[in-house]
């Protein structure tokens, strides 16, 4: 099971740590930066999970689908305005999971009638069972 990457992997994180590294010397601090999720995906016998850290958002909040062999995760949930003391403004601002989307590519044996998902503790993990695999091991009689 990979993950789709849409862009180049070394190019924006480059970019973003020569030119936006330190942010404390900005005078117009009016950027957001947009975390994505950390992924952890296991595998073992029956299926794959694939576990997501997404703390602070509710279940509703997410949108898993299928789509040929491709799975996407994704929260579109709005901004909202967390700010109670206008004279306070975020001056970095790491972890921001109220938009995302995240793709995997799916291998040919995942039953995806039987998909679950799970959300608890910050953690949305997805269970992917597999097809069973006929049997591994056959006898054959010799005659």
Same mark, same amino acid.
């Given at each position: 099971?990979?993950?789709?990457?849409?862009?180049?992997?070394?190019? &924006?994180?480059?970019?973003?740590?020569?030119?936006?590294?330190?942010?404390?010397?900005?005078?117009?601090?009016?950027?957001?930066?947009?975390?994505?999720?950390?992924?952890?995906?296991?595998?073992?016998?029956?299926?794959?999970?694939?576990?997501?850290?997404? &703390?602070?958002? %509710?279940?509703?909040?997410?949108?898993?689908?299928?789509?040929?062999?491709?799975?996407?995760?994704?929260?579109?949930?709005?901004?909202? %305005?967390?700010?109670?003391?206008?004279?306070?403004?975020?001056? $970095?601002?790491?972890?921001?999971? %109220?938009?995302?989307?995240?793709?995997?590519?799916? &291998?040919?044996?995942?039953?995806?009638?039987?998909? %679950?998902?799970?959300?608890?503790?910050?953690?949305?993990?997805?269970?992917?069972?597999?097809?069973?695999? $006929?049997?591994?091991?056959?006898?054959?009689?010799?005659?």
């Amino acid at each position: 099971m990979k993950t789709v990457n849409k862009n180049s992997i070394w190019l &924006p994180g480059l970019l973003d740590n020569l030119l936006f590294d330190n942010k404390l010397d900005v005078l117009n601090n009016n950027y957001e930066t947009f975390s994505i999720p950390a992924v952890n995906i296991i595998e073992n016998f029956p299926n794959f999970v694939v576990e997501l850290a997404v &703390p602070g958002l %509710q279940k509703e909040d997410f949108s898993i689908e299928v789509e040929e062999d491709t799975l996407k995760i994704s929260s579109k949930k709005a901004k909202e %305005q967390t700010e109670e003391n206008n004279d306070s403004r975020f001056r $970095k601002r790491e972890f921001n999971y %109220q938009s995302f989307e995240r793709s995997f590519k799916l &291998p040919e044996n995942i039953k995806t009638e039987d998909i %679950q998902a799970n959300y608890e503790n910050g953690i949305l993990k997805i269970t992917l069972p597999k097809e069973e695999k $006929k049997a591994l091991k056959k006898m054959v009689e010799i005659s």
